[in-house]
């Protein structure tokens, strides 16, 4: 497909992807991308919205893993 490092596949059906079947690794790599959206100058919605996308999964999920990332202080914000 054609897909770079960055991008990984969770389901190829339109149906989206809820927290609980993501593995942690995959939660992780959510939040990353999140963090490095920020970073680059997207507000809160719109990277909340192109994390959602890239990872098949819906905004609710979005904010659930944010919360998870937040709390547990996962890199790049805080212990690995």
Known sequence: MGLGVNHIIIKETPMEVETAELTEVQR???????????????????????????????AETVVEVEDEGLDKEWPPLGKK
């Open 28 to 58: 992780r790599e959510l939040f990353a991308a999140l963090v490095a959206a920020q970073d680059e100058g997207l507000g809160v919605k719109k990277s909340r919205q192109a994390v959602a996308a890239r990872f098949g999964v819906d």
